[in-house]
């Protein structure tokens, strides 16, 4: 089995997410299929109907209602859902809660804090894949369900309690007691590389073209791939991350309308206008004094 090699932080443009995904079978829609791959966010899974088997590295388990598992970063794994799920008019549903953590947001913290040394010691754990059981798994589920309403603050406190709970708790096993080892066969994501290209070069034109090439695909493939993985036309992806660049820089920034238009890679400003009307029914002007006159 080849193994995808990609990242989730692009994708969700958030150090930390967390998720409720209700689907006829398990999928990540970030990969718009059951994929074996890994990457380098810490995800916490908890099965909250269903059934399959469950691939952590080379250790090859079945899974149920009220499975938890903690997996470090680049671990490969998957989760499938029994063959029942997949048949035409099976009326099993399967509902999970993850949580997507950028390892990064601990760095300075775990460097220079010795109260997180218990976290430290869980993350290098974890490559070894953690399943949670027992009472740990009862109060860790009910935050991970109320954690997905959350924002800003409560979100964050949440997910620091979970990761203390895991590092205290007698409640858990390894998946395997070996380090997970990455597989040989690996694929890069070539998505990712799109993303990348995308904010990268954000302030400037973008052709279907040139993110065709970066993709290494002829275009018409590249427009079925990228439909696909994101369920959205290429066109239309590039107005979001280019409207959502665009509310962030009024936000942030005193400047002209026009400045801002240029630096989303919009050389008329009357149709950046136009374009962001359509995006937001208000116009940036409109749009930059609703922030202000929330924000004073």
């Known amino acids: ?3 995808l090699q990609t990242e989730i932080t ?11 995904r209700d689907q006829a079978y398990l999928f990540s829609p970030l990969h718009g299929r059951p994929c074996y791959h890994s990457h380098p966010e810490l995800e916490l899974v908890f099965i909250i109907e269903g059934y399959g088997k469950r691939i952590i590295g080379n250790k090859v388990t079945q899974y149920e209602t009220g499975d938890m598992v903690f997996i470090g970063p680049d671990v490969p ?6 063959p029942v799920f997949y048949k035409k008019d099976s009326t099993l549903r399967s509902r999970v ?3 997507y953590i950028n390892p990064k947001i601990f760095e300075p913290m775990l460097a220079s804090v010795t109260e997180f040394d218990g976290l430290k010691e869980m993350f290098q754990q974890a490559t070894k894949g953690i399943n ?31 990761m203390h709970l895991i590092s205290i708790s007698q409640d858990r096993n390894f998946i395997d007691n070996k380090e997970l080892n990455a597989p040989t066969g690996l694929n890069s994501d ?5 993303i990348k290209f995308i904010k990268d070069n954000i302030h400037e ?14 275009t018409p493939s590249f427009c079925r791939f990228f439909k696909n993985r994101t369920k959205m036309r290429f066109s239309q992806y590039l107005v979001d991350m280019r409207m959502t660049h665009a509310c962030k820089l009024l936000i942030e920034l005193d400047k002209p309308i026009s400045e801002i238009a240029y630096m989303c890679g919009y050389t008329s400003n009357s149709h950046f206008c136009k374009v962001f009307k359509d995006y937001t029914c208000q116009s940036p002007y409109q749009y930059k004094c609703s922030i202000h006159k929330s924000a004073s």
């Not at 070539?190 to 799109?194: A, E, Y």
């Open 1 to 3: 089995m080849r193994l």
């Open 10 to 20: 692009p994708f969700i443009n958030n150090s930390l997410h967390v998720e409720l």
């Open 77 to 82: 794994h998957l989760w499938l859902s029994d």
């Open 97 to 99: 809660i993850v949580m």
């Open 132 to 162: 949670i059981f027992g009472d740990t798994r009862t109060i860790i589920s009910e935050k991970l369900i109320a954690l997905a309403s959350k924002t800003g603050f409560e979100k964050a406190n949440g997910l620091l309690e979970i």
């Open 190 to 194: 070539r998505l990712i590389d799109v």
């Open 205 to 218: 034109p973008i052709s279907l073209k040139q993110v065709a090439e970066v993709a290494c695909m002829a």
